[in-house]
T-cell receptor, first 111, second 113 residues
């Protein structure tokens, strides 16, 4: 059973479009992180959000942590082909000592 | 950011043999490391927490005798898949925390034939 559910599971869009990926749970997390993973490689950290209601922007990416620290969203503006990859959210529990991953969202941005 | 290195990147072994995967924190010390397993097109599933100088903590459903973990130093944890079978074929990834952030190794693709 996945502690964190992501939606959608798959997303195929044209370059220039906007998209939002959601990460939901019934559990409260100390922090939440978003990663992007390329095939055959380990996940690469994009951002960490710690405070409920926090919003962080990283160029065209906007990350939000829910007020109750149970959910998060990732919004990409004007997607580029280089954004293609597997996006994973991960929630930290036990005083930041354990990370549990979401079910993943496979994004394909077509030229 | 911090660097975590895994070795080997890929390995093919015969059914019944054991395979050891190493995870090293290159520029920081990690009293705790984590081992994950990832099936194709799926997310990472936490297998166990590796604790330096003490026994690993396994997640529910993970066989501790099957997946032996040793964390002998502050920069090295090893995962040994014992008596490997084809169903153990998977992508194994380790991570180590630095502060509130987790840094991941490159992953090891294990294929058991």
């Amino acid at each position: 059973t996945q502690l964190l559910e992501q939606s959608p599971q798959f997303l195929s869009i044209q370059e220039g479009e906007n998209l939002t990926v959601y990460c939901n749970s019934s559990s409260v997390f100390s922090s939440l992180q978003w990663y992007r993973q390329e095939p055959g490689e380990g996940p690469v950290l994009l951002v960490t959000v710690v405070t409920g209601g926090e919003v962080k922007k990283l160029k065209r990416l906007t990350f939000q942590f829910g007020d109750a620290r149970k959910d998060s969203s990732l919004h990409i503006t004007a997607a580029q082909t280089g954004d293609t990859g597997l996006y994973l959210c991960a929630g930290a529990k036990d005083n930041f000592n354990k990370f549990y991953f979401g079910s993943g969202t496979k994004l394909n941005v077509k030229p | 950011g911090a660097v975590v290195s895994q070795h080997p990147s890929w390995v093919i072994c015969k059914s019944g043999t054991s395979v050891k995967i190493e995870c090293r924190s290159l520029d920081f010390q990690a009293t705790t490391m984590f081992w994950y397993r990832q099936f194709p097109k799926q997310s990472l599933m936490l297998m166990a927490t590796s604790n330096e100088g003490s026994k690993a903590t396994y997640e529910q459903g993970v066989e501790k005798d099957k997946f032996l973990i040793n964390h002998a130093s502050l920069t090295l944890s090893t995962l040994t898949v014992t008596s490997a079978h084809p169903e153990d074929s998977s992508f194994y990834i380790c991570s180590a925390n630095l502060g509130t952030e987790a840094f991941f190794g490159q992953g090891t693709r294990l294929t058991v034939v």
